[in-house]
């Protein structure tokens, strides 16, 4: 469910440029604590990086479709190992990426 126009997509895009990933994606692979600590994460900072480690047995595009398919979390994009995700915060005081959104 893609919900994020051209317009979106390029500004979430360059406003992840400068982010750090704060996520990673190992052996264990994505569990479902994984998962809600990923969505308690978006809630505050809304835009984030996840790292797909090379020892992962997972690649990128699979954590994409996991997410996709599972989740109501946004993929903005995909780059090598480097998944960069959106998820509008429930919290109005949190929503500052969302409101920049709005106006575009």
Not at 68 to 89: A, F, W
Request: charged share 30%.
């Amino acid at each position: 469910m893609n919900l994020l126009n051209g317009k979106q997509k390029k500004f979430l895009k360059a406003s992840a440029h400068h982010l750090k990933p704060i996520f990673q994606v190992g052996k264990e692979g994505i569990s479902d604590k994984w998962v809600e600590q990923l969505k308690f994460a978006l809630e505050k900072r809304e835009l984030l990086k996840v790292n797909v480690l090379q020892a992962s047995d997972f690649e990128a595009n699979d954590v994409e479709a996991y997410l996709v398919e599972n989740t109501d979390i946004e993929v903005v994009q995909v780059i090598g190992h480097v998944l960069v995700l959106y998820k509008k915060s429930s919290k109005i005081e949190n929503r500052e990426i969302s409101l920049q959104l709005q106006s575009l």
